[in-house]
């Protein structure tokens, strides 16, 4: 590996008086001889027309087997502002850890290669972090204000991964995976060494360690154009990005990941608890929170039909809208606040869920022998009858098992049981003493 940057030419930089920039754009690439000199050159451009601080961009090859080494090479050679790291092993999450571990630069930022995000967002999105305003800032694509031009495969992917993080991680930033972020090097350098993915998803680890420390982090709407030459193997990525998310929450949840507090504790949750066992209120809030699950589960196989088969478009959107239904449910319908044993909830939901996998399944298979060719219509409407059945199903289970509370433990003496009769849902959870204020695939 190349030494990095803020190694290199020690000596020199002290006798010319060396005064480290203020931000440093880091822009990992992989095989992009075709792109690179056409988006470092127009970034400099507005980096030395329109961006009032100094900066410094940074080219880190991981892993290239074609001429990408070679023109990050000259550009480093042809403009002052510019460095190239080369990393022998690829990995975004890898290269940006690398750098960032070793930059001198108050501010850490990073971008695609392709620019897909407007260039007009980068200074909205390190200068809170400058004056100090926050600690940590995201473009995001998601949130009111942004303009996306993309496909609608893109889109539903994007839109179910961040719902997935929201449930399973309790995730509140918007947009995990835009490739375009900012963070101050005094909190990197704390965070870096808890991060373990070397790939895509070292993006939403920093993000979901960051919210867990309690660090401040600004949402910026960009304008963002889909790169349709993106070579991103997407099926590859989503795998990998649901075994970070299953390693965070069993992680998290048995804390076996330990995140430190890097701001003032801000006010817990009051504590986790129930309603009261009121069985028609809570049948209708369920048959509510089902009819939303139902149409987006409908919104999401629709939006995923188009590029998978029938059987994994419905296990994907089932996924997703189980992950949702058992949060929601556990708030909504169940009175259940805090984290304490929201993973075993999930655990059990997905459980509860696989009568609404096998249903469908089942139904879908008894579709397809009697008409081999179906339509849209006639799949719909049997996944909407195996749904309606599994829903019941999934009522009970929910209510006798799924978030059923634990029983008090026995003792003989009537003050300690009325002391211990709290139930267990009730109890505060270390895990919630830490309440922090969210590339493209």
Not at 9 to 29: M, S
Not at 121 to 150: F, Q
Not at 198 to 216: H, N, S, Y
Request: charged fraction near 25%; include cysteine.
């Amino acid at each position: 590996m190349t030494p990095p940057h803020s190694l290199l030419d020690h000596e020199a930089q002290a006798l010319q008086g060396y005064r480290p920039p203020q931000v440093e754009i880091v822009i990992p690439v992989r095989d992009e001889e075709r792109d690179l000199d056409r988006s470092v050159r127009r970034l400099l451009r507005y980096l030395r027309t329109r961006f009032p601080f100094p900066s410094r961009v940074i080219i880190a090859d991981n892993g290239s087997t074609d001429r990408t080494w070679v023109v990050a090479a000259a550009l480093e050679q042809e403009f002052a502002e510019v460095r190239a790291v080369r990393l022998e092993e690829p990995g975004r999450g890898r290269a940006l850890r690398t750098l960032w571990s070793a930059s001198d630069a108050d501010v850490l930022a990073y971008m695609d290669v392709d620019l897909s995000t407007d260039l007009n967002a980068l200074l909205p999105l390190v200068a809170p972090l400058l004056s100090g305003h926050s600690d940590l800032a995201i473009g995001t694509r998601l949130a009111r204000g942004a303009r996306v031009i993309r496909g609608p495969r893109r889109e539903v992917i994007s839109r179910c991964y961040n719902v997935l993080l929201h449930a399973t991680l309790g995730a509140r930033f918007s947009d995990a995976q835009c490739g375009f972020k900012a963070m101050r090097a005094d909190k990197a350098r704390l965070l870096l060494p808890l991060t373990r993915d070397t790939a895509w998803f070292f993006d939403t680890e920093l993000l979901i360690l960051a919210e867990r420390a309690g660090l401040r982090i600004h949402e910026v709407p960009v304008d963002w154009v889909d790169d349709s030459d993106s070579r991103v193997d997407i099926l590859a990525t989503a795998r990998a990005d649901l075994r970070g998310i299953a390693r965070m929450a069993w992680g998290l949840s048995r804390d076996t990941i330990q995140v430190p507090s890097l701001r003032d504790a801000s006010p817990g949750q009051a504590p986790a608890g129930a309603r009261g066992v009121d069985l028609p209120g809570q049948v209708l809030r369920f048959i509510a929170v089902g009819v939303a699950s139902t149409l987006a589960y409908l919104l999401i196989y629709l939006g995923l039909r188009g590029f998978m088969a029938a059987q994994a478009a419905n296990a994907v959107s089932l996924l997703v809208t189980a992950v949702g239904n058992t949060a929601v449910n556990r708030r909504f319908t169940f009175g259940i606040r805090g984290r304490a044993d929201s993973a075993r909830h999930q655990a059990r939901g997905l459980i509860a869920f696989g009568t609404g996998l096998l249903l469908t399944s089942a139904a879908l298979d008894a579709l397809h022998m009697i008409s081999p060719r179906p339509s849209r219509t006639a799949e719909v409407t049997v996944l909407l009858i195996a749904n309606l059945a599994a829903t019941v199903v999934r009522f009970v289970l929910y209510r006798r098992w799924v978030f059923r509370r634990k029983a008090p433990p026995a003792t003989s003496q009537p003050a300690t049981a009325a002391a211990n009769s709290r139930p267990a849902d009730l109890q505060p959870s270390p895990s919630t003493l830490l309440q922090p204020e969210g590339t493209d695939r």
